[in-house]
């Protein structure tokens, strides 16, 4: 089932008659048609901002975030309150932590409509109808990932939570900084499964990923590792494998892994 904010993507790409890749390259003129104009300037404490006067409303972001594509999500994200959560005027800052894709609601009350922005965000960047097609009856690797964050003009990691949205087969995205894991993202299948990959703590030696924070390179390869070496135990076998992809973020200090459940390990 379709969240509500996901369903308000679409229900604008429709209104906008938004049908190829191409229509998303300028989201200032989406903003634009939704009523917001769009600037970049100084902001303090803040990466981005939405201030809205009746039924207008402007959209700030920081030129102090330095990455196009982190940029380009701000956007959707504040697209997304104005589309949500629009209560007459006001301002809302938006922090950095708030248009991280996967870390949103735990830092601040309001964090449920930042989440809610979020999955606006990627809704809007990557349409089912255009993206989802891509993310189905294909092997999960996080080459094609870096392929379609190039396609759709996204980051790493909204690319490939979107992926695991979209993906009809079992697997799940997840994000590690300094040596812990700090969420993870699973598709539909893999929550099926019932396996679970226990969040804030450190890495599995055994882990491809743990190599990184080991000051050793991370295989460019997807490689089988022990389904132990990432689920809390539960209801798969001792030998049980699965496929692990992982990618270092050196400027984050993170890790970014794709895992799949490519066969029955269950007991």
Same mark, same amino acid.
Not at 22 to 40: H, K, P
Not at 131 to 158: I, M, Q, Y
Not at 226 to 240: E, I, L, M, N
């Given at each position: 089932?379709?969240?509500?904010?996901?369903?308000?993507?679409?229900?604008?790409?429709? /209104?906008?008659?938004?049908? @190829?890749?191409?229509?998303? %390259?300028?989201?200032?003129?989406?903003?634009?048609?939704?009523?917001?104009?769009?600037?970049?300037?100084?902001?303090?404490?803040?990466?981005?901002?939405?201030?809205?006067?009746? @039924?207008?409303?402007?959209?700030? !972001?920081?030129?102090?975030?330095?990455? /196009?594509?982190?940029?380009?999500?701000?956007?959707?994200?504040?697209?997304?309150?104005?589309?949500?959560?629009?209560?007459?005027?006001?301002? !809302?800052?938006?922090?950095?932590?708030?248009?991280?894709?996967? /870390?949103?609601?735990?830092?601040?009350?309001?964090?449920?409509?930042?989440?809610?922005?979020?999955?606006? %965000?990627?809704?809007?960047?990557?349409?089912?109808?255009?993206?989802?097609?891509?993310?189905?009856?294909?092997?999960?690797?996080?080459?094609?990932?870096?392929?379609?964050?190039?396609?759709?003009?996204?980051?790493?990691?909204?690319? %490939?939570?979107?992926?695991?949205?979209?993906?009809? /087969? %079992?697997?799940?995205?997840?994000?590690?900084?300094?040596?812990?894991?700090?969420?993870?993202?699973?598709?539909?299948?893999?929550?099926?499964?019932?396996?679970?990959?226990?969040?804030?703590?450190?890495?599995?030696?055994?882990?491809?990923?743990?190599?990184?924070?080991?000051?050793?390179?991370?295989?460019?390869?997807?490689?089988? !590792?022990?389904?132990?070496?990432?689920?809390?135990?539960?209801?798969?076998?001792?030998?049980?494998?699965?496929?692990?992809?992982?990618?270092?973020?050196?400027?984050?200090?993170?890790?970014?892994?794709?895992?799949?459940?490519?066969?029955?390990?269950?007991?």
């Amino acid at each position: 089932m379709k969240s509500i904010a996901t369903s308000a993507a679409d229900k604008l790409l429709l /209104e906008l008659g938004i049908t @190829d890749r191409s229509d998303l %390259a300028r989201l200032d003129d989406i903003a634009w048609a939704c009523g917001a104009l769009v600037r970049y300037d100084h902001l303090t404490g803040a990466e981005a901002r939405i201030a809205t006067y009746g @039924d207008r409303a402007i959209i700030t !972001v920081s030129i102090a975030v330095p990455d /196009e594509r982190r940029r380009r999500f701000a956007v959707a994200h504040e697209i997304g309150h104005l589309r949500l959560n629009r209560r007459g005027d006001g301002l !809302v800052f938006c922090l950095a932590a708030d248009l991280d894709p996967g /870390e949103t609601g735990a830092r601040r009350a309001d964090g449920e409509a930042e989440l809610d922005a979020n999955t606006f %965000a990627a809704a809007l960047l990557m349409p089912n109808a255009l993206f989802g097609p891509r993310c189905r009856r294909v092997k999960p690797s996080l080459d094609l990932v870096r392929s379609l964050a190039e396609e759709f003009d996204t980051s790493l990691t909204a690319a %490939a939570r979107r992926f695991a949205e979209c993906s009809d /087969e %079992a697997c799940a995205v997840v994000y590690s900084v300094g040596g812990c894991i700090r969420w993870f993202h699973p598709s539909k299948d893999f929550r099926e499964t019932g396996l679970f990959i226990p969040v804030a703590q450190k890495l599995d030696p055994y882990s491809l990923a743990s190599s990184f924070f080991e000051g050793k390179p991370v295989p460019a390869r997807a490689e089988h !590792v022990d389904a132990s070496t990432w689920f809390a135990p539960g209801r798969f076998r001792r030998d049980g494998l699965i496929i692990e992809h992982s990618f270092a973020m050196p400027a984050y200090n993170a890790v970014i892994t794709l895992l799949w459940v490519d066969q029955d390990i269950s007991y």
